[in-house]
């Protein structure tokens, strides 16, 4: 039997509608398909832990600051002070008025480690705070090792004073985590050191007990 216009006409429109009708079942199913919960963050997103801006008070007087770079350079010789061993410490995160550091000076020994009241140094708010430390005696001791300390447990440079053959003592750069400075540090706020020069506010001495 052949079919009429009308009809081929109807059965073409119905295919085309069941077609469409398919398809938009098809896109819908993929559309409502959930995000796993376990799929990765993109990389992009994620951001680095900040920096600490301080760490606890270790004293009344003591605040250390949560990021700071430091360095210790050789020995130099200075008409007014005599040796000087110089340095420099720079915050790397905000600055605050409290926020010092401090100077450590290790024994060979088993004798302790002292870090007093007046070897600490306020940070410069937007630049390098240089140290100069002096050495009341005039000789630096050799077989020490000085340190420039964030806190009392972190080291930011390391030197040993040595002996040398003609009888002088140099600074020689160590790591933070070598054995001789690789020690905890007592902390005293009852010694006051002598100021090395009235004209040397960045002057820190070196303890002649040590």
């Not at 002096?134 to 630096?140: D, K």
């Not at 964030?150 to 080291?155: G, H, K, L, N, Y």
Request: glycine share 6%.
């Amino acid at each position: 039997m052949t079919p009429t216009p009308r009809r081929t006409a109807v059965m073409t429109a119905a295919t085309i509608l069941m077609a469409a009708t398919l398809a938009w079942l098809s896109t819908a199913s993929v559309s409502a398909t959930p995000v796993s919960a376990g799929t990765p963050t993109p990389s992009w997103t994620a951001s680095a832990s900040p920096i600490p801006t301080s760490e606890p008070a270790i004293t009344d007087w003591w605040t250390p600051a949560g990021c700071a770079a430091g360095q210790l350079s050789g020995l130099v010789a200075d008409p007014d002070l005599g040796p000087v061993l110089p340095g420099e410490a720079t915050l790397c995160t905000t600055y605050k008025d409290k926020y010092r550091f401090g100077v450590a000076v290790f024994r060979p020994d088993d004798g302790p480690t002292f870090v007093y009241r007046t070897q600490l140094v306020p940070y410069h708010p937007t630049d390098a705070s240089p140290v100069r430390i002096v050495f009341p005696g005039g000789a630096p001791p050799a077989n020490r090792g000085v340190c420039l300390m964030r806190s009392e447990q972190v080291r930011l440079a390391c030197v040993e004073l040595v002996g040398e053959p003609d009888g002088t003592v140099a600074a020689r750069s160590i790591p933070v985590d070598h054995p001789l400075v690789d020690r905890a540090i007592t902390l005293d706020e009852q010694t006051e050191l002598p100021v090395p020069s009235p004209g040397c506010a960045n002057c820190v001495a070196f303890p002649e007990q040590q």
